[in-house]
């Protein structure tokens, strides 16, 4: 076959391949915009819907009420808070432990398998199995009740695989030679976990725990399996006391109500009027979420621009 | 060549050393404990389930009236609305997410993927309340312009939005197993004369096919266990049935409709949560050890 035979071939074939090429780029930028038209849609529609509440300062100061023009969500903020404090306390330290336990100490027999297979596990099960758990146990065998300890102490559970995760993969990208420095100098074991991988993971570690706790703040299941109240016309007792002790925990054992639930109550009822402030408690809980997540990624970004 | 003190110290140091070992043990060990808290109560509470209904019935009867005077418990119906969910929800992520992973690895350079990710992840932290009332006010009312036939409560809506929502995972676990693919069964590719299409349709996606199934195992199992959107958006009627249009309650919408309702401990009813939670659970169990398999083959293969 002559060269000038073949080449207007060639070219109807390359350029046929090319269209191709332009038709699946643009079927990923699609799908792309896709996903971006729904998370536009979704915030366009919250705001446009929770308009007339949203700068409404007693919106945010009022207590639910039956008169949708005078409810508020200070209650679900302070749950939220308060909730996500008691989830924080408890699933960070336990989740960058087990972390650490599994990169650093664990050795290779069936127990650290059996661990390992675990945590994978409890990644997938969902959200309201945990609440299954609380309910069954937290809120009746243990006689917790339905209160801000039962609520942070399910969260936990659920953010604990999260947070494993993301400690074990910051661990990991830390250079073994961290450790013989550390090791040459001396240090024993826990010294060089304590004093040097720790803090050189911690970046990583600060991710995965945000975004577990973002994930965490806009649960709704497993909190209402438990039995969260909706209607929380009271706060509950103040941590800070003017009469020593100062401090009080009383508030673990106040019921509660949240964020998500509260925005669950209010999109579950017929009247119109309400699903206003349904949309308004929405935009509030996607601004949480948002800027928690925003902050992870900001800390990631930044964490990879110093590693270069 | 020890003083007294630095003796000390080296035996203070050498308890701590044993002391944080073990308690950074027993912080990973309390994991595997939630697991068994999680069987222990499941299977206790419906223990007393199953004493009272058959098992038989359980799985055959096609109606679920847990609080009716004459009770049945055909947990078909939770099931069959459950199921169809899921698979509209799959129907856009399967496509969507695959379409998605080939541009991401296959197409797109570094800095769009750089930019894209982070997106998709701010799109998986949307709290899922918010896509309930986005499927319920919006998704819906939308659709009936076109559909007149659609209820107010439907399955259609949240299985579409849902669908949306897993896209992210699906998609970047796909993504995952093609970028694991190495470079050179790609550029044996390009020397046969392949194009970029056919490179990544009949060597990448092949190549990464368990890595990509697994991706749309562990999406399916999200998408059975996912709450609050179908709690919101498809209604609270157990029915059984695969029809789209009309509203029935899911697996997960009946538990959050009961646990709403202020259950008596002890109860039939409250034990058919715990009935329901059980076949929840095994389900998504069943779809997370395919996926975690698959998933564990691709990473070993190369």
Redesign the interface.
């Known amino acids: 076959m002559k060269p000038e035979q073949a080449q207007p071939d060639l070219a109807r074939i390359i350029k046929a391949n090319k269209r191709i090429d332009v038709v699946m780029a643009s079927i990923g930028i699609l799908v792309l915009m896709m996903a971006m038209a729904l998370l536009v849609s979704v915030l366009v529609d919250l705001i446009a819907s929770g308009w007339p509440r949203l700068f409404n300062p007693d919106f945010y100061i009022n207590f639910p009420s039956r008169h949708p023009e005078k409810a508020g969500i200070v209650s679900a903020i302070v749950g939220t808070t308060l909730v996500m404090v008691v989830t924080a306390a408890i699933s960070i330290p336990l989740g960058v432990a087990a972390g650490v336990y599994l990169e650093e100490y664990a050795p290779r027999n069936w127990l650290t398998n059996l661990i390992e297979i675990n945590v994978n596990n409890l990644a997938g099960v969902p959200s309201i199995i945990y609440g299954l758990l609380a309910l069954g146990l937290f809120v009746y065998s243990f006689d917790l009740g339905e209160t801000i300890l039962t609520a942070g102490l399910v969260l936990a559970l659920l953010s604990l695989p999260v947070i494993i995760v993301a400690t074990r993969e910051a661990i990991r990208s830390i250079p073994l030679d961290l450790r013989e420095a550390a090791y040459g100098l001396g240090a024993d074991k826990w010294q060089t976990v304590r004093l040097y991988v720790i803090p050189a993971a911690r970046p990583g570690i600060l991710t995965g725990a945000i975004v577990a706790l973002a994930r965490a703040i806009g649960e709704a299941a497993p909190v209402i399996t438990i039995g969260a109240l909706t209607f929380i016309a009271f706060l509950p007792p103040p941590p800070l006391q003017s009469e020593p002790p100062f401090i009080s925990f009383e508030w673990l054992m106040s019921p509660f109500t949240v964020m998500p639930i509260q925005l669950f109550n209010w999109v579950s009822r017929p009247q119109s009027e309400f699903h206003i402030n349904a949309a308004a408690a929405g935009v509030v809980l996607m601004f949480m979420t948002l800027a928690m997540n925003g902050l992870a990624i900001y800390i990631r970004y930044r964490l990879r621009k110093h590693m270069r | 060549m020890y003083g007294g003190a630095s003796e000390r110290f080296l035996r203070r140091?050498?308890f701590?050393?044993r002391v944080?070992?073990y308690?950074?043990?027993v912080?990973?060990?309390?994991?595997?404990l939630?697991?068994v808290?999680?069987v222990?109560?499941?299977v206790?509470?419906s223990a007393s389930f199953f004493e009272q209904v058959s098992l038989v019935d359980f799985l055959t009867d096609t109606q679920w009236t847990p609080v009716f005077e004459n009770a049945r418990f055909g947990v078909m119906t939770l099931v069959s609305a459950t199921l169809t969910v899921a698979g509209i929800a799959l129907a856009v992520a399967i496509p969507?997410?695959l379409?998605?992973a080939?541009?991401?690895s296959?197409?797109?350079g570094p800095r769009v993927r750089e930019t894209?990710k982070?997106?998709?992840?701010?799109?998986e932290?949307?709290?899922?309340?918010?896509?309930?009332?986005?499927a319920?006010?919006?998704v819906t009312p939308l659709m009936q312009t076109f559909m007149p036939g659609l209820s107010g409560f439907n399955l259609l809506a949240p299985g579409l939005?849902m669908g949306?929502m897993i896209?992210?995972y699906t998609a970047s676990v796909s993504e995952d197993a093609m970028r694991a693919v190495p470079m050179g069964l790609r550029e044996a590719g390009y020397a046969l004369g392949y194009?970029?299409?056919r490179v990544?349709t009949q060597v990448v996606v092949p190549a990464a096919l368990s890595g990509i199934t697994a991706a749309f195992i562990?999406g399916m199992?999200?998408a059975?266990?996912?709450?609050?959107v179908v709690?919101?958006a498809a209604g609270q009627n157990p029915n059984f049935g695969f029809d789209p249009t009309e509203g029935a309650a899911t697996i997960?919408a009946y538990?959050?409709q009961m646990?709403?309702g202020?259950l008596p401990?002890g109860t039939i009813a409250y034990q058919s949560?715990?009935a329901a939670?059980i076949v929840?659970?095994l389900i998504?169990?069943f779809?997370?050890?395919i996926?975690?398999y698959l998933r564990r083959r691709f990473r070993e293969v190369y």
């Open positions: 140091r050498a701590w050393n944080a070992a308690l950074l043990f912080a990973a060990a309390a994991s595997v939630v697991t808290g999680i222990y109560v499941l206790t509470e969507a997410g379409g998605l080939i541009y991401l296959e197409y797109s894209v982070p997106l998709l992840e701010l799109l932290g949307v709290p899922t309340v918010v896509y309930g009332f986005f319920l006010l919006f939005v949306i896209l992210p194009s970029r299409f990544a562990l199992s999200r059975v266990g996912e709450t609050m709690a919101i997960t538990i959050v646990a709403m202020d401990h949560v715990f939670g929840l659970f998504t169990l779809f997370n050890v996926g975690f």
